[in-house]
C-alpha cells in the first residue's frame, strides 16, 4: 500500500509539473453584413514555474490542428458535443481587402508576388527559415500571464468533407473550441546542417512539449 501511495504521489506530481498553461478566457461572437460570424477567442499563456522560460511559438493566428504538425502555431480544434470535427475549413481568418486602380495594377502585384518566391534562392530560402525560427522565440518571465487575441471566420456552410468523410455542422447541437500548443525545436531545424543547428540553438534553452487549454463553448448554430 505504501509503494502504491507513492506511485500515486509521484502521477500526481508529474501531472502538475507542466511548465506552461494555456487557457481560454472568453470568446466574443459578432454578425458581419456579409452574414459570416466572426468569433474573436481571448486566451492566456502562463509560465507556471518561478524560472524564465523561452519557446518557439509564432503566435500572429491560429491554424487548424490538422493544417501541418510541424507548423510552430497554436492550432485549434473543434468539437460537436464530444466528437471532433476533423475538418480544417470550417473557419477562415479575417479578410484582407486589396484596392487596386485598374486591371493592370491588380495583375502587376500578381506578377511581383510569383516573381519574389521564384527568384529566391535556396540559400535566402534557408536564411529566411533561420530567422523565422529566431524571431518567434518567445520570453516568459518566472509566472509571467500573456494575453492574446485571435480571429477566426465562419461563413456559415454546415457541410463539409474530410477526404471520403462528410461532416454535417447540426444547429441544434452544442459546439466547443479548444487549443494546442506544440513547442518544438530540432523538429523545425530539419533542414539544417548540424553545425547550423548548433549555432542556431548556441546558448539557448527551449521548452518543449504539447499543451492543451481547456474546452469552451462557441456558437455554430443559426
Excluded: C
Excluded at 26 to 49: C, M, V
Amino acid at each position: 500500500m505504501k509503494y502504491l501511495i507513492l506511485l500515486l504521489l509521484s502521477i500526481t506530481v508529474h501531472a502538475q509539473s507542466k511548465p506552461i498553461v494555456i487557457k481560454i478566457d472568453s470568446i466574443a461572437t459578432t454578425e458581419a453584413e456579409d452574414n459570416r460570424r466572426a468569433f474573436k477567442l481571448h486566451y492566456q499563456i502562463t509560465n507556471t514555474t518561478n524560472q524564465e522560460i523561452s519557446f518557439v511559438l509564432d503566435l500572429k493566428t491560429i491554424i487548424p490542428i490538422g493544417a501541418g504538425s510541424l507548423r510552430p502555431m497554436p492550432y485549434y480544434k473543434v468539437y460537436e458535443n464530444e466528437m471532433t470535427l476533423e475538418v480544417n475549413g470550417i473557419f477562415t481568418g479575417e479578410k484582407q481587402v486589396l484596392n487596386f486602380k485598374n486591371e493592370a495594377e491588380m495583375y502587376r502585384y500578381q506578377d511581383s508576388i510569383t516573381a519574389t518566391f521564384q527568384n529566391k534562392t535556396p540559400e535566402q530560402w534557408q536564411q529566411e527559415k533561420k530567422e523565422y525560427f529566431l524571431n518567434n522565440i518567445q520570453k516568459m518571465q518566472p509566472n509571467e500571464v500573456k494575453h492574446f487575441d485571435a480571429v477566426i471566420v465562419w461563413d456559415k456552410n454546415r457541410y463539409h468533407r474530410n477526404g471520403d468523410i462528410e461532416y454535417f455542422i447540426e444547429e441544434k447541437e452544442t459546439h466547443f473550441i479548444e487549443l494546442h500548443i506544440n513547442l518544438m525545436t530540432e523538429e523545425l531545424l530539419l533542414s539544417f546542417s548540424e553545425a547550423e543547428k548548433n549555432e542556431i540553438l548556441k546558448d539557448k534553452i527551449l521548452t518543449k512539449g504539447w499543451f492543451t487549454s481547456n474546452k469552451m463553448e462557441i456558437n455554430l448554430g443559426e
